[in-house]
């Protein structure tokens, strides 16, 4: 991979990731923190993507109103956004207004204020986004999939929260929860753009070596037991489609066996961003006439996590004959070897979405962040290679070991019709 | 800090390649080698407003057929070629155009160009896909019908343009979906696909001329004497007070509202200041003033924003939002005092300087993909902006005075003609 990256870690224990890139005058700025819905306990879920969106609401510095349109004047685009293992907030700005978000964030890290006014009015901006998604049969289905998936570990609440907790979590929890995980010593900066190492990291240093570090905060993490056979569940709701979940327990991104399984991924479901009309789930699922579409996705998590398949059930068709269309090709990959062709077609695939994905700038610096969420940059720039040595034998090995329905759970959503 | 910076390199009469071909098809290319990809897209003159109301939703079904099979080759063939090497080809559907995009790694544009060629000009419209095709398109449909967002936009736009193609949902209606019969859909196909109005732009790891030579070889002898000229729009009928619509759909939590208007055409000479002004209404910062007293001051709504979709012809000015159902009421009355305060007096001088330096900083940002080049390539061509229209563009935005916002504004907004579409419980 072109354009090696700088790693240094300051004395606080920031860690910096710095990749020059200068086919643009643009430079992308990520801070990530290593807390997520995954720290939450019960009562409090939800408080990391409020404690987010309080990150928008001011220092003394910076306040509020001035935040957005700082950043917009400088034609920047901003956001951030909370998932069950991380917190991460970004900048993309032209080249010569980085500073700006550089700035903005070694502030925010310390400096924000979670007034009670503005958190009063978060509560209910907060609560008409669960609304939204709650007005959606696929949150209602990938809710209920993660409470039965996860009894024990604490990937079992949606990232929003429960209604419950959005009711009651107060200004004093969200600054306690901020002040816990929004230290140096938690967080990373990536950067990458048009900029010079040199100049930059000293520019770095100067605004985030003197913040002082914390007690490196003890995440959750009670380990889900093994599921002991197959679960079923189903929602209702308002519509006239039925929709099926379907998840696998699946291991965490740095398991011996992950890479295998994006090959089986990648077989039963394409490769990601792109069409998927010739994968094996929607050939024996949508071809065959059983759902109208069908795919699946994992994400790359540090704790193992799910593989989901989402069917559209044919509107004259029952859920039942989906899923054992879905059986009869899952057995397909535990008893036959595939041919070492399509591991070449795999590999070939990701190499293309690895291209599109080097036009983006902001792309490439939310990977160099990622990564280091769940292992190191190297997982990254080696995973072609990696994927290229994955064997025929390995990928039935991982279909047979997971793809066992005691592994697996199964909801559906059963349409009520157009009156609810 | 660093003080060199890369060299914004904005795409103008220098580096975009031209050309017209024999048979009419304008051919745009620009090359761009930072990445071994590239990208394509375009459009033709064969969109919804060839179709009658009874087989509303052709249009959309004959692009989406396109890919189902040819002559040579079928379904599973073509998305298995494709698919193969990584690469993504589509097609889409709109009043005017239908339109196409894909993109693959350079060394397999040829067979994305062939495989675009070949669904164009032999499509078969196997029996059994389409029929699988349409089931496709009713669930799609079903969806729609209980989604909030697509009933207060589809109750939007048959209320602003009655009797108007832009009126009609593009997608059809389950009974017009129905009704589509092969023959109609090989008969819209032979009357409305041809080179005649075609454009496609490519930018990626190429040289222009090479892309132009590459385009010729496979669509160069396409040749249709029949393809048919689009009717004319028909005049918009004026909204003479404010007319509202609610769709119920129960079982829901949350409603969608849209509050708007006719807007400007892209190509009209008050676009960008209409557009500067939408900024400051409801984009810049935190969705503007809109976001500001919907959600930043109420908390009423997640989002609560507006927005200006303006195409070759009339366009809509229009404030979305999401609600919860009981805040309905509200939120469209703070809605329609901010719009009385917008044309009342526009934007400050300070708002105006705000949306103007971020549509001029933010340019490089929209430029930074091929993809994002191949459709501002498009727009250039398609609304007669001029070649040199980024290199203008930091000027354009500029020349905008406040006067300039409040008259376009007030040309467009009357708050006591509104169109108010909800769907909820």
Known sequence: ?420 | MAVSFAKPSLPGPKDIYQAVLSNGITVLARSNFNSPSVSMGGHLPAGAIFESDEKLGLADFVASSLMRGTQTRSFDAIYNELESVGASLGFDSGVHNASFGGRSLVEDLPLLLKLLAESLQTPSFPKDEIERLRAQLLTGLAIRAQDTADMADMAFDQMLFREHPYGRPSDGFPETIQSITRKDMKDFHRRHFGPRGMVIAIVGAIHPKKAVEAVEKFLGGWQVTAQEDAPLLPPLKPVRTTMRHHHTLTGKSQSDLIVGMTGPRRKDPEYMAASLGNSALGQFGMMGRIGDVVREKSGLAYYAYSSLHAGVGPGTWEVNAGVNPANLKKAIGLIEKELRRFVKSGVTKEELADSQANYIGRLPLSLESNSGVVSAMLNIQRYDLGMDYYHRYESLVRSVTRGDVLEAARKYIDPDRLVIATAGP
């Open chain 1, 1 to 420: 991979m072109a354009n090696p990256i700088t790693q240094v870690t300051l004395k606080n224990g920031m860690k910096i990731m710095l990749k020059e890139i200068h086919t643009a005058p643009i430079i992308s700025s990520w801070v990530w923190y290593r807390v997520g819905s995954r720290d939450e306990p019960t009562g409090k879920t939800g408080i990391s993507h409020w404690t987010e969106h309080m990150q928008f609401k001011g220092t003394k510095k910076f306040p509020a109103n001035m935040l957005d349109k700082a950043i917009s004047r400088e034609g920047g685009r901003w956001n951030a956004s909370t998932s069950h293992d991380s917190t991460r907030y970004y900048e993309t700005m032209p080249a010569d207004k980085i500073d700006l978000a550089l700035r903005l964030e070694a502030d925010r890290m310390t400096n924000s204020i979670f007034n009670e006014k503005e958190v009063a009015s978060e509560r209910t901006v907060i609560i008409s986004e669960r609304e939204g998604s709650e007005n959606e049969p696929m949150f209602r289905l990938s809710e209920a999939m993660q409470n039965y998936a996860f009894r024990v570990h604490p990937y079992h609440h949606e990232i929003i929260g429960d209604m419950a907790d959005l009711r009651t979590i107060t200004r004093d929890d969200l600054y306690a929860h901020y002040r816990t995980y929004y230290v140096p010593n938690n967080a990373v900066l990536a950067i990458a753009g048009d900029f010079e190492t040199k100049p930059m990291l000293k520019r770095v240093r100067e605004l985030f070596e003197r913040i002082p570090k914390g007690p490196i905060p003890t995440r959750l993490a009670r380990p889900e037991p093994p599921q002991k056979g197959e679960l079923h569940f189903s929602v209702e709701g308002p519509g006239e489609t039925t929709f099926i979940q379907l998840a696998y327990h699946f291991p965490n991104a740095t398991d011996p066996d992950y890479l295998p399984l994006q090959v089986l991924d990648s077989l039963l479901n394409g490769a990601s961003g792109l069409s998927y009309k010739t994968s094996r789930l929607y050939r024996a699922l949508v071809d065959k006439g059983h759902a109208v579409d069908a795919s699946g996705w994992s994400e790359a998590s540090i704790d193992p996590s799910l593989y989901r398949i989402t069917i559209t059930v044919h509107p004259n068709r029952q859920p039942e004959d989906a899923i054992a269309a879905l059986d009869a090709e899952i057995k397909k990959l535990q008893d036959e070897l595939i041919h070492i062709d399509e591991i070449k077609r795999a590999v070939k695939q990701a190499r293309a979405v690895f291209a599109y994905g080097s036009e983006n700038i902001t792309h490439q610096a939310f990977w160099m962040g990622y990564t280091a969420m769940f292992s190191t940059y190297d997982w990254f720039t080696t995973y072609l290679n990696k994927l290229a040595k994955v064997t025929p034998k390995e990928v039935q090995r991982v279909a047979q070991k997971y793809l066992q329905p005691s592994n697996r759970i199964i909801g559906t959503y059963i349409p009520k019709g157009r009156e609810g």
